[in-house]
Nanobody, 126 residues
Framework: QVQLVESGGGLVQVGDSLRLSCAASGLPFSISRYTMGWFRQAPGKEREFVAAFRRINDRTYYADSVKGRFTISRDNAKNTLYLQMNSLKPEDTAVYFC?????????????????WGQGTQVTVSS
């Protein structure tokens, strides 16, 4: 059974930092063989792409809204994905999800991802 378990969310102040983790288990392969992404969903809004490691070229991609503030990383040995979030803003408030995509072309569209975690809440208070 595939499980992606996010952790590290919480309530922080504007300008603070958080590091989210996503521990993967039960995947047929190491997370290095998947495009691994972070998405978020704010209240009343659709789920949106945040960042991803793309499997075909091992490069990282970010939404414009988080570029320069967020960093995606992974520990293949631990099968864990991370999202370092700095300079947090109120508009970063959302439930953050990690996801795994097994196709070569998937990246920013949630329908391209095969496996999802349950999410972790991030609230940035002003």
């Amino acid at each position: 059974q595939v499980q992606l378990v996010e952790s590290g969310g919480g309530l922080v102040q504007v300008g603070d930092s958080l590091r989210l983790s996503c521990a993967a288990s039960g995947l047929p392969f190491s997370i290095s063989r998947y495009t691994m992404g972070w998405f978020r969903q704010a209240p009343g809004k659709e789920r949106e792409f945040v960042a991803a490691f793309r499997r075909i070229n091992d490069r990282t991609y970010y939404a414009d809204s988080v570029k320069g503030r967020f960093t995606i990383s992974r520990d293949n040995a631990k099968n864990t994905l991370y999202l370092q979030m700095n300079s947090l803003k109120p508009e970063d408030t959302a439930v953050y999800f990690c996801a795994a995509c097994s196709t070569a072309v998937g990246l920013t569209t949630q329908n391209e991802y095969d496996y999802w975690g349950q999410g972790t809440q991030v609230t940035v208070s002003s």
